[in-house]
């Protein structure tokens, strides 16, 4: 009766009403596959990837913690199974003038905690769910590996885009540059033409220092991320414009809560953190000790097991506990407090969840747009530099306006590359925020996660 009494820790209800959408974006069922990164068609990409997933560690740290909860849960389950141990002694001893004398024992010893209040059953309950939680911890920790990966590599390609540009860009302005000589020698333009134009040669010439400290450092973080030291890490690259742009859809909100790992962790910690209260509130009745000794002792080996040297010893023990300074209380209290915390934090992991995938479809269908819109820009500029460039040769051109329409490209051009690049990583950032791929609940990966 008093166990129907106390065993019922019900999780309190979250307050929170799972939307039926997205504002950004249209909800399918049909989910990222699981190795999703290969949806931007790039080997190298994968390949870095996979590495990343085996050698990374930070994921190696993780699944060690998996194993240390583990370990725990088995330590905290111990009570709820009976204890057995057996003792062999043999002692023998003379005194100063004496018969020497000699005692042996053999005993084996049982002890059982009754469990009627659930104490030791919700504890090793809430342990089993924080060895769950580690596993999604793991999984977040995986992600965010994967997603980190991605970002260098995509970096690695649009710092050898921009350098691409930067010296195309510094060999267009130094033909312009030869023209304007030329037409100098002629007498047709300044030696103020002549230094505006070397200036702007100059200033494209700086950016390529920082577009490949970009591409030496990406590769150096993407080493990191693999296991490798940098030295040893030859990434080959190629251009952002060689990716395919992964179409993903999002899902549906309600699918989101059995996919994210962060969120399912949050609501192991939260299981795990309910069981405590279980556990607390047992502590307050009484523990009942079953004890059991039985075996045999005597002076001569040849006669340890006869009937008459058989012992045996049962007894049973009851602790209540009547003044503990409060103690009890107090720790009911802790449990509960850390109860409603992780519950609050429970429901901001869902929060952030829904407001991460919103944020990144935004991203997304924004982005798309600006690069549509850039690379207009950028037909436009090249188009008016090729009309410059020719009537520079004719002589009909101002050479300040020459000079504004070849700053006009090369910013064009490189706002383009950063715009595509801009939009990969918003793909990204929806595939991170979806939990890299979703599946219904109960099947694939996270079928077997609660053994």
Known sequence: MLTGCILTSERPAVPLDVPDGYRAGHGTSAPPALD?????????????????????????????????????????????????????TGTRSKAAGGTPKGDIRAVLSASYQLDFWGKNRYASLSAQETAVATRFAKEVVVISTVVSVGNAYLLVLSSQDRLRLARQNVAASTRVLDLIKQRFEAGTASQLDIAQQESLVAQVRATVPVFDQTLRQSIATLAVLIGRPPIDLKVKGGSLYNLRIPKVTPG??????FQRPDIRQAEANLASRDANVVSARAAFFPTIQLTAVEGYENAALKALFNPQSFLYSIAAGLVQPILDGRKLEGQLELAEGQQQELLRAYCQTILTAFGDVEIALIAIADGAERERLQQQVVNSARQAFTISETRLREGTIDLVTLIQVQQTLFTAEDALVQARLARLQAVLSLFQALGGSWLPPGVGANANVKQ
């Open 36 to 88: 999703w990164w290969r949806s931007f068609r790039s080997s190298e990409l994968t390949s870095l990837i996979e590495e990343a997933q085996t050698n990374n560690n930070d994921i190696g740290a993780a699944i060690a913690r998996i194993v240390q909860a583990d370990a725990q849960a088995k330590i905290t389950s111990a009570p709820l199974f009976p204890s057995l141990e057996a003792d062999a």
């Open 252 to 257: 549906l909100p309600s699918e989101l809560l």
